[in-house]
């Protein structure tokens, strides 16, 4: 894997050592891959000319990033990106230390926040335009739209149909689906304030499905999951993206970003990509 061979090159006694550190000096440039361009880590620096990543791409990327920046009141930089691109149908992976900037990274993805500087498109349109919303479905780490702790996992997917106003005739069809490719029909007229967090993160992938997007941004959808449980959620999530569904998630787990990543980035403590690896 390619988080072993890091492992290995970078002199760590084991793959729970892995905590890397920014490398002084370093450079990175486009990756020789049609899936995701980036900019040198000197900010100066920033790409001009993309037009041959554009005409190598047969299709509109389902995310890119471009010169995006995100301070806190206090002037404190939390995402500083100058350009990164998704392909449609692909796994990518922001992984890194326990720290403000990658859930505001989501949140600047899902329209939650608006960015500081620069520009987020989805499958081609920006994420401040209304019509982009329907391009995405977003599982934050506090969980939004909650009905309340008693409501059953179909009372749940109701409420959020009638909060995107979705018609009667496309309710009846889609909350029956997303149970089913959640794994939750049969549980569907229990209490969900009683599921335990795998259940539960479960009930909040099937309300970012409800529309079926095409694209899921996904902030630490596994964290305080016991190992067997992250496993099925793992395998919901390859099931997914068998189905076409381009993910984007952050994480903690190297070994999440291992099993599930077709392209992955180093996030760093100041909010910045310090690495790509595919």
């Known amino acids: 894997s390619f988080i072993q061979q890091i492992v290995h090159r970078d002199g760590y006694s084991s793959t729970a050592d892995f905590v890397p550190e920014r490398e002084k000096n370093e450079q990175w440039s486009a990756i020789p891959s049609r899936n995701i361009l980036c ?27 471009r010169n995006v920046c995100f301070c806190t009141g206090d002037a404190q930089r939390v995402i500083d990106i100058p350009f990164l691109a998704v392909d449609v149908a692909e796994v990518f992976g922001f992984f890194g230390p326990h720290n403000l900037g990658m859930s505001v990274l989501i949140d600047l993805l899902s329209g939650r926040k608006m960015p500081t500087g620069g520009t987020i ?8 335009q209304s019509s982009c919303q329907v391009l995405f479905g977003a599982v934050p780490k506090n969980d939004f739209n909650n009905p309340g702790d008693d409501s059953t996992p179909y009372e749940h997917l109701l409420f959020q149909a009638k909060l995107i106003g979705m018609s009667k005739r496309l309710t009846g069809e889609r909350i029956p689906q997303a149970l089913e490719r959640v794994g939750l029909t049969q549980y569907r007229s229990l209490r969900a304030g009683a599921f335990p967090v795998v259940m539960k993160r479960r009930l909040a992938l099937a309300r970012a499905l409800l529309h079926d997007p095409q694209l899921l941004l996904l902030d630490e959808f596994t964290r305080d999951v016991e190992q067997k449980e992250r496993e099925s959620l ?6 997914l993206h068998d189905r076409g569904k381009t993910l984007v998630f952050t994480t ?6 291992d099993a599930l990543c077709g392209q992955a980035a180093q996030f760093s403590r100041e909010g910045q990509i310090e690495r790509l690896w595919k």
Request: net charge positive; charged share 25%.
């Open 234 to 239: 793992w395998q919901l999530l390859r099931s």
């Open 39 to 65: 900019a040198p880590l000197h900010h100066s620096q920033h790409p001009q000319d993309t037009s041959s990543y554009q005409k190598d791409q047969l299709v509109v990327p389902a995310l890119e990033i």
């Open 121 to 128: 498109k989805i499958i081609g349109r920006d994420i401040q």
């Open 252 to 257: 903690r787990n190297w070994k999440e970003v």
